[in-house]
């Protein structure tokens, strides 16, 4: 995704856009990991309800609309905190630091194949449910909310599905970048990058 939308130099010192890069990946992250959150959240309190036999721990709304709801909030949620958790981190960083971080994760080609299948998965969910509230079938949520459901979901399922597809294990590219072989290999980072990788 990322790659498509910004260009992506020989040095880190020369990536463009970096604050940027960084912040809409950080984001991105936050949103499907809060939704992977939020999806377990019903499952973990009624294991805890019936363990405690606390029914009243528990909501009597559907098993459908509890997972949707809670896929909603945890994204927001996470998106929240990996936003304020990226800029405690980042704060104060000098630009060749925002830009090597940034240079990297366009290098990454699997990093960027599972924003692909993360953000197809987000629209095509979010288009889905949002089109089944407006019609009086998205669950008794409204469209707005049950646009960012599908989001959430679909990023969940995306990432899924990459993690499925996925054919170049992490020995792989590692034996590639060894041989001098495949994208990574042919692009050497600066001797700037290489002390700030030291540094971290």
């Known amino acids: ?3 498509r939308l910004f260009p992506h130099p020989v040095y880190a010192e020369d990536q463009p856009s970096a604050y940027t890069i960084l912040t809409i990946h950080c984001l991105h992250r936050g949103f499907t990991t809060g939704a992977i ?14 363990i405690l036999r606390r029914p009243s721990l528990t909501t009597p709304l559907p098993w459908t609309v509890r997972l949707l709801s809670s896929a909603a909030i945890g ?5 929240g905190f990996i936003g304020v958790g990226m800029v405690a981190r980042m704060w104060g960083r000098e630009k060749i630091e925002w830009q090597d971080r940034s240079w990297r994760i366009l290098a990454n080609k ?4 599972e924003d692909d299948w993360s953000a197809s998965g987000m629209i095509i969910g979010a288009l889905t449910l949002g089109l089944a509230a407006s019609r009086g079938a998205g669950f008794g949520l409204g469209v707005g909310r049950a646009s960012l459901a599908g989001a959430a979901v679909g990023s969940v399922l ?6 499925l597809t996925s054919s170049n294990s992490v020995e792989e590219v590692e034996a590639k970048v060894i041989a001098g ?8 980072p600066s001797k700037e990058s290489v002390r700030l990788s030291r540094s971290n």
């Open 1 to 3: 995704m990322l790659p």
């Open 37 to 50: 959150f939020g999806l377990v959240a019903p499952f973990a309190r009624t294991a805890v309800a019936t």
């Open 75 to 79: 994204s927001i949620a996470g998106t």
């Open 110 to 113: 699997s990093q960027n194949r």
């Open 158 to 163: 995306g990432t899924v599905g990459h993690v």
């Open 181 to 188: 072989e495949g994208p990574l290999a042919a692009k050497e």
